[in-house]
């Protein structure tokens, strides 16, 4: 294997996460708009929120990411996608203010919050040399959520050279066109990209499926004795 020459960071539930979390805040708005549905019910919804968009690869809105405003329009039908299927029975205007109320709730930066370790392992990186880059699948605010949380500036300075997220790129991990983006984004080749995350399908088998190095954070120690892929427990400890 090459040198590592770049780190690739997915964001949710890796750098950082919502707070409250972002099924919460689905109950949080719904209950705004007298619409009555639990953490419990959403849990079992939320990759079937995508189907209409799935593909053999994995999910492609490449469609409907010209620009934020289509965007926001299959967020909403995403999210409404998302309560149906956690069973809620509600009129279809209730349904529609709530999601679009979330299109706009779950980009603002007060949601959201950094890991411990996550500063300190960019820290880590830049004085190892490389650069750290976020790809991620999220909304199309992402990048300004990143800035706010003060990872990434626009004139280079932060400990993020750039922030990926799929909404703008049209596909969602473990797609290759994704990764690919990623790689073309980075400036590297594949083999020169070490891709960290918290997803097993999403973030390791898609990162290795187009020739990446991938590294699974585990914070939990639900992955425990996984064969055949790379774990750690902390950022700080991601091999570089």
Same mark, same amino acid.
């Given at each position: 294997?090459?040198?590592?020459? =770049?780190?690739?960071?997915?964001?949710?539930?890796?750098?950082?996460?919502?707070?409250?979390?972002?099924?919460?805040?689905?109950?949080?708005?719904?209950?705004?708009?007298?619409?009555?549905?639990?953490?419990?019910?959403?849990?079992?919804?939320?990759?079937?929120?995508?189907?209409p968009w799935e593909t053999a690869y994995g999910v492609d809105?490449?469609?409907?990411?010209?620009?934020?405003?289509?965007?926001?329009?299959?967020?909403?039908?995403?999210?409404?996608?998302?309560?149906?299927?956690?069973?809620?029975?509600?009129?279809?205007?209730?349904?529609?203010?709530?999601?679009?109320?979330?299109?706009?709730?779950? =980009?603002? =930066?007060?949601?959201?919050?950094?890991?411990?370790?996550?500063?300190? =392992?960019?820290?880590?990186?830049?004085?190892?040399?490389?650069?750290?880059?976020?790809?991620?699948?999220?909304?199309?605010?992402?990048?300004?959520?990143?800035?706010?949380?003060?990872?990434?500036?626009?004139?280079?300075?932060?400990?993020?050279?750039?922030?990926?997220?799929?909404?703008?790129?049209?596909?969602?991990?473990?797609?290759?066109?994704?990764?690919?983006?990623?790689?073309?984004?980075?400036?590297?080749?594949?083999?020169?990209?070490?891709?960290?995350?918290?997803?097993?399908?999403?973030?390791?088998?898609?990162?290795?499926?187009?020739?990446?190095?991938?590294?699974?954070?585990?914070?939990?120690?639900?992955?425990?004795?996984?064969?055949?892929?790379?774990?750690?427990?902390?950022?700080?400890?991601?091999?570089?």
């Amino acid at each position: 294997m090459g040198t590592v020459r =770049a780190v690739l960071f997915d964001f949710d539930g890796t750098l950082g996460r919502y707070r409250p979390s972002h099924l919460e805040l689905y109950v949080q708005v719904a209950a705004a708009h007298g619409i009555d549905v639990t953490v419990e019910a959403l849990r079992g919804a939320v990759d079937a929120g995508w189907a209409p968009w799935e593909t053999a690869y994995g999910v492609d809105h490449s469609a409907h990411s010209a620009d934020e405003a289509a965007f926001a329009a299959i967020r909403a039908q995403l999210h409404i996608g998302r309560y149906l299927g956690a069973g809620v029975q509600a009129p279809a205007e209730a349904l529609q203010a709530a999601a679009d109320e979330l299109v706009v709730a779950e =980009a603002a =930066a007060e949601h959201f919050a950094l890991f411990e370790d996550t500063v300190p =392992a960019l820290e880590r990186v830049r004085a190892a040399g490389l650069r750290s880059y976020i790809v991620s699948n999220h909304i199309w605010r992402l990048p300004e959520v990143i800035a706010a949380l003060g990872l990434w500036r626009a004139d280079g300075g932060g400990l993020i050279a750039e922030v990926m997220t799929s909404a703008r790129v049209g596909y969602r991990k473990p797609h290759p066109r994704i990764f690919e983006a990623a790689a073309m984004m980075a400036g590297e080749a594949v083999g020169a990209l070490l891709y960290v995350g918290d997803n097993v399908a999403h973030d390791v088998e898609g990162a290795r499926a187009v020739g990446m190095r991938a590294v699974l954070i585990d914070r939990d120690g639900k992955h425990e004795g996984l064969a055949g892929v790379d774990i750690v427990r902390s950022l700080m400890e991601v091999p570089l």
